[in-house]
């Protein structure tokens, strides 16, 4: 099993900047790739940023320039830095990982998600 802990979500005025964190646990094996999706209230759940254990980055469009993601392999753990933020970035934005557990098959996990407010 694979347990993922979303944090850093809040409240935050417009132009304002949050980091919201994902911890990877359990008994992993491998860690491929993670992410970050978002939903709104009303809407489907859209991708945010993605990226690979290799590094490689992937932004859907809205979000060039304006959130970064990272990873740090040793801790199991993808950050997404978000700048300039704007009321439409408003939503529970959830962690996925595609990772493996010890004997398991490769197998994509979600976290519970974190709220993101962004509101004056």
């Known amino acids: 099993q694979v347990q993922l802990v979303e944090s850093g979500g809040g409240l935050v005025q417009p132009g304002g900047s949050l980091r919201l964190s994902c911890a990877a646990s359990g008994n992993i094996f491998v860690i491929y790739a993670m992410g970050w999706y978002r939903q709104a209230p009303g809407k489907q759940r859209e991708l945010v940023a993605a990226?690979?254990?290799?590094?490689?980055?992937t932004y859907a469009n809205s979000m060039k320039g304006r959130f970064t993601i990272s990873i740090d392999n040793a801790k199991n753990t993808t950050y997404l830095q978000m700048n300039s933020l704007k009321p439409e970035d408003s939503a529970v934005y959830y962690c996925?990982?595609?990772?493996?557990?010890?004997?398991?098959?490769?197998?994509?996990?979600w976290g519970q998600g974190t709220q993101v407010t962004v509101s004056s």
């Open positions: 990226i690979t254990g290799a590094g490689t980055p």
């Open positions: 996925n990982a595609d990772a493996a557990s010890v004997g398991g098959s490769l197998l994509i996990w």
